[in-house]
């Protein structure tokens, strides 16, 4: 709760103007006029010195800061939690970058006295994050101190253990900074470096006398943290390039501390002395005191103020303490010259600052990480606030699994379950607020993905909370108590394992390559991932990697992961072109030299130019699609060569079945579409064209034979259509229409069942004598145009079949049945030309009168074609005019 006197002042400070006034004159008066401190770090590698000026202004100096996102000079009563972030800002001044080593002066707002601000700090406001501050003394306490010149008024520095009077780098992550004291015998070294948590900072004197190998002999002090976050500096003798190992008769050599030199007086031989130490922004920061002089001088050295020496140190992991070496021994330190060790001529005496700004670490955080495993409960407790991240920290934060505040790592779609024992009075959730504690009352942005008012709970009843993060999830959210702020902190939200990020997965050829895809509406998602070590992974569209659609993946030499495609038409380096595919959500990455590489493309390129090799990259999901995959130790963007090829490859091809989710080994022919190919070529190669000529060329026969033939054989066509249809559907689980099989197969099968109906509507035939009427003249037309319409779609279904079933698969089998499709098709339009050619014989017969004629007979003949136009009205026209005479002869003879 925020005291009376704090919200008091707050009312006093925001009822005034928020801007300051250029054109104001400022006084002397403030008793802080002349006050000198140095910047407490905090975060963000912060350093300077503030000295007031007047009563509107004071002056910041050797100021150092990494960029924050929202950053102002900050007024508060005190520097904890409650009063920090009820502060305000005192000048209009925004530090939204990095500064290096800068001086600058800063005016106050018209509305601020140095009465009002206990507290000067540097503050991000959307993190409320403290980056440093100065703690200004009250009147009592600011008496003046002896000024060197009379009427600058008092002067009182505030030394902090971050600032020095010299700094100097020893390579791009590591610095040494110094302040002498002759008078006192001490010189103050501070060590600083971009390392992890578990690595040494090595700094000290070489021997005088040595001219190369200046690590044998040297002195230095070996600086670091323990395992449990506590800074450590202690004095070390080098005798060898090892690590410190004790002999059977007790004697020590390598690195050792000098105790180990000489156990029997460890305070004699320790002449350095740890004055203060911290991590802050992934920074190792040890500040540590030595004399001058030196007691030991079998294992110190002195140091040389007034000249030039040589200086050695180094970086690197160092073996934590066991039952039998109870000390931190530094390891090798490798790596590379002037980057992990090294050695220089140094004048401690001489004022040197090359030192221009702060150090970046790449990876900023120290705090634990805990990754979420989906069986496993994550119990949430409080404690006390130890190395909370973001300060000004609470009195108490949340503890996950007995870490305080760790980073919490979740994955999308995979289910995290909480179990929260942290009392009645924090309610936990997940928000999109960094602060958490009631932010929607001061956020109305703050979006709540878990939790609430009712996630609470104590060790003896617990409560759980159920949580799976979804696509719709950002990368970073926040776990926090709903009434207090500042008690949690990060969660990183990452794509889960492929196999919960892709509906469908299936092992390659040799089980080298796992291929993971989903489909959609018009696009598909792909990832691939090997399953051994390699420079880049590749797979391909294809039987093989001639004449083959490629994805490469690799990470190149800025760590930067990259997709890359390409068509393939040869077999060496020049025969790889790149192509221009529209691939969308690329991502690669290596882990252990493991690569997985991530994609999504349309399933149908948008080419305007179809030349372009890519626009003829279709993806049918109704269709098998053979992929194959290959290895190589580097890839680059430029000019490919014989370096690039691959060194281990899939031995085979295998057809992944999209829409089922499934794959199956390279074969000649699928057995379901093979039993579907043959049943649609005997229905549209030989039943449906049968009852076709059926009705067309045996009408002459005596009867209504013909009419049975044609009507059995339609019949039987259409069931075995309908039939191979619902084969192909149950094998390829749905269709698709985008295939022009497809679209020819279903115009065929439509306009097969549009003439049952056709015929159920038939118009009844004339009788005897009776003109044929125009409904059935027109009825006869519509019949004949969409049944040959249906066998022509059929046909047409047939060879885009064909077709479709050779690109897929490609097997000799396949150009075999084509061959034999051609030659049945040329077979049937010769048996179609004879029979057209017989039935005009019998039309020409017909006409001329050597068709017998009986009497009596007269009923309607349905051999006589009613859309010919030789029909009925020709042959009657063709009948001579006169009168027909008819012999009768007696029946007694």
């Known amino acids: ?97 990095t500064y290096k080593n800068e001086s600058f002066t800063v005016r106050l707002r018209s509305n601020v006295s140095w009465d009002q601000i206990p507290v000067l700090a540097v503050w991000d406001l959307p993190t409320a994050s403290d980056f440093g501050h100065v703690v200004f003394p009250n009147t009592s306490e600011a008496s003046p101190a002896p000024s060197p010149n009379p009427g600058d008024g008092p002067v009182r520095v505030y030394r902090q253990p971050t600032m020095f009077e010299n700094c100097k780098v020893l390579s791009p992550k590591h610095r ?126 002195p140091v040389n103020y007034n000249g030039n020496v040589t200086v050695i140190w180094a970086l690197g992991l160092m073996s934590p303490p066991d039952t039998l070496r109870p000390y931190y021994l530094p390891q090798n330190h490798g790596g590379e010259e002037s980057v992990q060790f090294g050695h220089l001529l140094l004048n401690v005496s001489e004022s040197v600052d090359d030192c221009l700004g702060p150090l970046d670490a790449e990876d900023k955080e120290d705090q634990d990480l805990i990754i979420a495993a989906p069986n496993m409960p994550l119990v949430v407790v409080t404690g006390e606030a130890m190395h909370y991240p973001n300060p000004p920290n609470p009195s108490k934060v949340l503890y996950i699994n007995k870490k305080e505040a760790p980073v919490l790592r979740v994955e999308r779609g995979v289910q995290v ?39 609470e709970g104590v060790p003896a009843s617990p409560m759980e909370l159920i949580w799976v993060p979804d696509r719709n999830t950002p990368d970073q959210v926040y776990y926090q108590s709903l009434y207090h702020q500042k008690m949690g902190w990060r969660v990183q939200v990452v794509d889960g394992g492929l196999s919960d990020m892709y509906n469908n997965s299936v092992v390659l050829d040799d089980q080298q390559v796992n291929f993971y895809w989903t489909l959609s509406e018009k696009s598909i998602s792909i990832a691939a991932r090997g399953e051994k070590k390699s420079g880049y992974l590749a797979i391909g569209f294809g039987s093989g990697m001639v004449n083959s659609y490629a994805y490469v993946g690799w990470v190149d030499n800025n760590g930067t992961g990259r997709v890359n495609t390409y068509w393939i038409d040869g077999q060496d380096a020049s025969s790889v072109h790149p192509t221009n595919e529209n691939l969308t959500y690329v991502r690669c990455k290596s882990e252990n030299g493991i690569i997985t590489m991530e994609f999504t493309r349309p399933l149908k390129p948008a080419c305007s130019h179809s030349n372009r090799p890519e626009c003829r990259n279709i993806v049918d999901p109704t269709t098998p699609l053979k992929v ?11 000019h490919l060569s014989e370096r690039n090829m691959h060194h ?40 449906l064209p049968g009852g076709i000529l059926a009705a067309r060329y045996l009408k002459h026969v005596k009867g209504d034979q013909w009419y049975k033939i044609h009507v059995y054989l339609q019949y039987s066509g259409l069931s075995i259509v309908l039939l191979a249809l619902l084969f192909a559907v149950a094998e390829l689980r749905g269709l698709r229409t985008n295939s022009l099989h497809v679209k ?27 003109d044929v009427s125009s409904k059935r003249i027109l009825w006869e037309y519509f019949h004949v145009i969409v049944g040959r319409l249906a066998i022509v779609a059929g046909m047409a279904a047939l060879i885009s079949g064909m077709k479709l079933l050779g690109a897929r698969y490609g097997g000799e089998n396949v150009h075999g049945l084509d061959w034999a499709l051609v030659i049945w098709f040329l077979i049937g339009a010769l048996i179609v030309m004879y029979l057209e ?45 006169g009168r027909m005479e008819v012999q009768l002869e007696p029946l007694a003879r």
């Not at 449990?228 to 080098?238: R, V």
């Not at 958490?436 to 942005?445: D, E, H, M, V």
Request: hydrophobic share 40%.
């Open 744 to 770: 020819f197969g279903f115009t065929a099968i439509f306009l097969a069942c549009v003439q049952p109906l056709n015929a159920y509507f038939r118009p009844k035939r004339p009788s005897n004598g009776e």
């Open 628 to 638: 194959i995959w290959a290895m190589g130790a580097k890839w680059t963007n430029e």
């Open 648 to 687: 281990v490859t899939s031995q085979r091809p295998v057809r992944v079945l999209l829409m089922r989710g499934s794959a199956e080994a390279e074969q000649d022919l699928r057995p379901v579409l093979a039993v579907h190919g043959f049943m649609m070529f005997l229905a549209w190669g030989i039943l």
């Open 176 to 301: 040494v900074r110094w302040t002498l004291d002759v008078d006192r015998d001490v010189i103050d070294i501070g060590l600083e470096a971009a390392i992890g948590t578990q690595n040494y900072m090595a700094f000290g004197w070489a021997d005088p006398e040595a001219s190369s190998d200046y690590m044998i002999g040297a002195d230095v002090a070996v600086t670091g943290f323990t395992e449990e976050g506590i800074p450590f500096a202690d004095d070390y003798f080098i005798t060898r390039y090892s690590e410190c190992t004790i002999n059977k008769d007790g004697n020590a050599k390598g690195v050792c501390p000098d105790t180990i030199y000489e156990p029997s007086d460890a305070v004699a031989v320790n002449n350095t002395v740890l004055v203060y130490g911290h991590r802050r922004d992934g920074i190792s920061f040890i500040r540590y005191q030595r004399k001058l002089s030196v007691v030991d001088k079998k294992f110190d050295l």
């Open 417 to 455: 379950k909480f179990s929260i024992q942290a009392g009645h009075d924090v309610a936990f959730y997940i928000t999109s607020d960094v602060l958490g504690g009631n932010a929607t009352l001061r956020n109305t942005t703050e979006i709540v993905y878990a939790g609430g008012p009712e996630a």
């Open 837 to 881: 050619y017989r039935e005009k014989q019998r039309q020409r017969e017909r006409i001329y009168g050597r068709s017998s004629w009986v009497l009596g007979n007269l009923e309607e003949d349905d051999s006589l074609d009613l859309l010919s136009p030789r029909g009925i009205a020709g042959e009657k026209e063709a009948q001579p005019s």
């Open 1 to 97: 709760m925020i005291p009376k006197f704090t919200l008091l002042w707050l009312f006093f400070t925001f009822s005034l103007s928020s801007r300051a006034d250029p054109g104001r004159s400022c006084s002397n008066s403030s008793y802080l006029v002349g006050f000198e401190s140095e910047l407490s770090m905090v975060q963000h590698q912060l350093r300077g010195t503030v000295k007031v000026i007047d009563n509107c202004s004071f002056r910041v100096s050797q100021f150092d800061m990494l960029s924050g996102f929202d950053v102002h000079w900050w007024g508060a009563i005190a520097p904890d939690l409650g009063n920090m972030t009820s502060g305000y800002a005192i000048s209009d001044q925004v530090l939204n970058r």
